[in-house]
């Protein structure tokens, strides 16, 4: 079975991605090819995430700042979710180029 997205990006059957996120927006111009690791880096929040922000989360009283980029790093400890913010922020645009989402 042939995905709607496939069949109107007129691309090879390689993983797609959708640009904004939303997989209802199938426009030639959301569509991208990509392999399964930049899918996977422009994705959202997750639904248990209850900071409301991708990558930091409170440890021990301070916020951290971690990124998987092939592996995992650790971005540094910070006293504010802003700073982490900001430097998960630089990471995935440094990591994941193109594919890289914060929010």
């Not at 997989?23 to 930049?38: F, Y």
């Not at 989360?57 to 540094?76: D, E, F, K, V």
């Amino acid at each position: 079975v042939t995905q709607l997205h496939r069949l109107l990006a007129g691309f090879p059957p390689f993983e797609m991605d959708h640009k904004n996120g939303n997989g209802l927006d199938n426009r030639r111009s959301n569509l991208r090819p990509a392999s399964r690791a930049e899918n996977c880096r422009n994705s959202s929040i997750r639904k248990h995430n209850t900071w409301g922000v991708k990558g930091i989360r409170m440890y021990r009283g301070r916020w951290t700042a971690r990124i998987t980029a092939g592996q995992r790093h650790c971005l540094g400890t910070y006293d504010s979710p802003e700073e982490a913010q900001a430097a998960y922020a630089a990471a995935a645009k440094l990591y994941h180029g193109e594919f890289a989402r914060v929010s």
